[in-house]
């Protein structure tokens, strides 16, 4: 079955940094675009950033572009999104998904567009 799991989170001060990871199963993981949402209490789940499946296609929100880098290694089934010079505004939980569709090459930023989803991975960055 597809699996999807996050690690990664935890607590940094604002203006530092962290990687998370996503490791995919059940599937084959070059064949699917994958992307990572964010959830912070009381909002909705937004989009953060989305991968194709292949690397030279990306899709950042507005609000990480140029801080957060997201990339993927198919040998290792896992995709990763690097986090740099956080703010307090992203705190959240952070969750990968995979795309609904097959062999997309241009990902979506809607929730709808994917079907699995990991756990979710804490991210809580302090002021």
């Known amino acids: 079955q597809v699996r999807l799991v996050e690690s990664g989170g935890g607590l940094v001060q604002a203006g530092g940094s962290l990687r998370l990871s996503c490791t995919a199963s059940?599937?084959?993981?070059?064949?699917?675009?994958m992307g990572w949402f964010r959830q912070a209490p009381g909002k909705e789940r937004e989009f953060v950033a989305a991968i194709g499946r292949h690397i030279i296609t990306t899709d950042y929100a507005d609000s990480v572009k140029g801080r957060f880098t997201i990339s993927r290694d198919n040998a290792e089934n896992t995709v990763y999104l690097q986090m740099n010079t956080l703010k307090s505004e992203d705190t959240a939980v952070y969750y990968c998904?995979?795309?609904?569709?097959?062999?997309?090459?241009?990902?979506?930023?809607?929730?709808?567009?994917?079907?699995?989803w990991g756990q979710g991975t804490q991210v809580t960055v302090s002021s």
């Open positions: 998904a995979r795309s609904s569709t097959i062999y997309t090459t241009v990902p979506t930023r809607e929730s709808d567009g994917y079907n699995y």
């Open positions: 059940g599937f084959t993981f070059s064949s699917y675009a």
